[in-house]
């Protein structure tokens, strides 16, 4: 039985929530099945992957123009108790295709297209009357018994602060998930961020269960098609990520369709809600969501920082590498045009299982631009003039790299939190006094002609 998001396993908190997951449903006695359109996106296709490897779904089903990709396909594995199925539909009458809808509980839109590729006319076509034809046909087939419900909460970003919406939309026991934008905004000037906004706020309207709508950031990924400006962009941002965080601004597509499967197993939706619920997250928002997540119990942080004291050179699996051979720019004068001394080391992330959970997680988020599309962690090294001394080169750095990012902080001591209450306290204090000075410095100026 599979026990997480992950192909081959995840932390003690994701494997809770899948559990709790599953009990929902089953009490319900409602089998749990996704149904997802947008799947040959970027997105859609990481979306895709973690709904399937996932295993707590009973059935998949996904919706398209056309036929999936061969290859798409043969790098995800499919747990034996879920079902996959894709249904080629006309997205212009999708009315003619409500057999595909029904007895799905979570919808998932990953639709979506540039008004470049599209033009506006098209743009508007893809990215507003399929998303909101998809959400239609979605909670027309599925709901069930449906009555006038209160206002939806609407919580903020942060998921903190709950807030009404307009509308009294009707009950349902359904979750929908939208990939939207950052930015989006029904009153905004340019069309892309207003259509985004309309389309959210007119889902808003639809009473889910749980209606999560996504707005990322600039998607770290490599594209099949050429996008010179957002090449550009995710250059610039690769860059800036060896300096500074980019968590606010970019995300890479593995991690957002993690975040979205992960809050739709999170939030189960098996019976009807006295008060739909809408959460709009944010980049940064859907990266502390990941964060969240996945929480560590004291034995998997003993294990972790274990693992990482006994890693070294020699225990590092060497045969689970591929090895490659080029020739370096590196030192060594004209023997660097003769010999092939440049190493080029990579490996399956996802697959590395000598590797745990948790910091195969850590590598996702902390080294994006090392790992290409096809999921492999790539090392490269031509400081020497050897191959045997550049592979150990690349074995020093993988052991670092791996001892890095498993770092686990220690629990603060008691003693140190009363330090950072006291700095805190002395904090508020000094700037209640600066405040106070400022303003009597203020009163005094305006004291009348008494005071000349």
């Given at each position: 039985m599979s026990t997480s998001i992950d192909t081959s396993g995840s932390t003690g908190a994701l494997v809770a929530n899948l559990e709790s997951f599953r009990a929902a449903y089953a009490t319900a006695q409602r089998p749990a099945r996704a149904l997802i359109v947008g799947a040959t996106g970027e997105v859609g296709q990481e979306v895709l992957r973690w709904l399937l490897s996932s295993g707590a779904f009973e059935q998949v089903t996904s919706l398209g123009r056309r036929e999936l990709p061969a290859d798409m396909m043969n790098t995800t594995e499919v747990p034996t108790q879920t079902q996959f199925e894709h249904r080629v539909v006309d997205f212009d009458h999708l009315d003619r295709h409500t057999d595909a809808f029904k007895g799905h509980t979570h919808g998932f839109c990953c639709l979506g297209t540039t008004k470049a590729k599209s033009g506006a006319e098209g743009f508007h076509r893809v990215d507003h009357d399929y998303v909101l034809g998809f959400a239609e046909q979605f909670l027309q087939a599925n709901q069930s018994g449906a009555e006038p419900l209160k206002k939806p909460e609407v919580l903020a970003a942060t998921g903190s602060h709950p807030t009404a919406a307009a509308g009294d939309p009707p009950s349902n026991n359904l979750y929908f998930a939208l990939v939207s934008s950052m930015g989006a905004d029904s009153t905004a000037f340019f069309l892309y961020p207003k259509t985004k906004g309309q389309v959210e706020d007119k889902l808003k309207s639809f009473g889910f269960g749980r209606l999560a709508i996504f707005q990322p950031?600039?998607?770290?990924?490599?594209?099949?098609?050429?996008?010179?400006?957002?090449?550009?962009?995710?250059?610039?941002?690769?860059?800036?990520?060896?300096?500074?965080?980019?968590?606010?601004?970019?995300?890479?597509?593995?991690?957002?369709?993690?975040?979205?499967?992960?809050?739709?197993?999170?939030?189960?939706?098996?019976?009807?809600?006295?008060?739909?619920?809408?959460?709009?997250?944010?980049?940064?928002?859907?990266?502390?969501?990941?964060?969240?997540?996945?929480?560590?119990?004291?034995?998997?942080?003993?294990?972790?920082?274990?693992?990482?004291?006994?890693?070294?050179?020699?225990?590092?699996?060497?045969?689970?590498?591929?090895?490659?051979?080029?020739?370096?720019?590196?030192?060594?004068?004209?023997?660097?045009?003769?010999?092939?001394?440049?190493?080029?080391?990579?490996?399956?992330?996802?697959?590395?299982?000598?590797?745990?959970?948790?910091?195969?997680?850590?590598?996702?988020?902390?080294?994006?631009?090392?790992?290409?599309?096809?999921?492999?962690?790539?090392?490269?090294?031509?400081?020497?003039?050897?191959?045997?001394?550049?592979?150990?080169?690349?074995?020093?750095?993988?052991?670092d790299l791996l001892v890095r990012v498993a770092y686990i902080p220690p629990d603060p001591t008691k003693e140190k939190l009363q330090q950072i209450g006291n700095r805190i306290q002395a904090a508020k204090s000094q700037n209640r006094a600066y405040k106070t000075y400022r303003s009597n410095l203020k009163s005094s100026r305006r004291g009348g002609s008494d005071d000349y």
């Open positions: 950031g600039l998607l770290i990924c490599d594209r099949h098609e050429s996008r010179f400006v957002e090449s550009v962009a995710i250059k610039s941002v690769r860059a800036l990520g060896h300096i500074m965080s980019t968590r606010r601004f970019a995300i890479p597509t593995p991690l957002l369709g993690q975040a979205i499967v992960g809050d739709a197993l999170c939030h189960p939706v098996a019976t009807k809600s006295p008060t739909p619920q809408v959460v709009v997250l944010q980049n940064n928002a859907i990266m502390d969501s990941l964060d969240e997540k996945l929480g560590l119990s004291d034995d998997e942080i003993r294990a972790v920082r274990s693992w990482a004291e006994r890693l070294t050179i020699e225990s590092i699996p060497r045969r689970t590498f591929d090895m490659s051979f080029h020739r370096s720019s590196g030192p060594g004068g004209q023997n660097v045009n003769k010999v092939n001394t440049k190493v080029d080391m990579r490996f399956n992330l996802r697959k590395a299982k000598w590797i745990p959970d948790y910091v195969r997680h850590q590598i996702e988020i902390q080294e994006p631009n090392r790992i290409n599309k096809a999921g492999e962690f790539v090392l490269t090294s031509e400081r020497h003039r050897t191959q045997n001394q550049n592979l150990e080169d690349c074995l020093h750095k993988l052991r």
